[in-house]
């Protein structure tokens, strides 16, 4: 099982996230990314490898993936 987080402090809004896996991650009304709902806490693997790829392609390191 692993935890994501996006912190919006961080989030410059640029939809990395949002368009790499957007069933983990979404922009919302302030520009930032949000994990989506119901996806704060991932079971299946590749779902953890996504989110690991998509924290990896984040600019600011604004997301974490921590199993
Ligand atoms: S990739 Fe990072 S900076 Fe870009 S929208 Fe996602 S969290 Fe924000």
Redesign the pocket.
Known sequence: MATVE?DQD?????????SMEPEI?E?RDDG??YVVDGMGELEDEAMIEAAKE?AD????D??TVSE
């Open positions: 996006v961080l989030c410059v809004g640029d939809q990395i996230c949002a991650f922009m930032l990314a998509a392609a984040c600019p600011v604004a997301i």
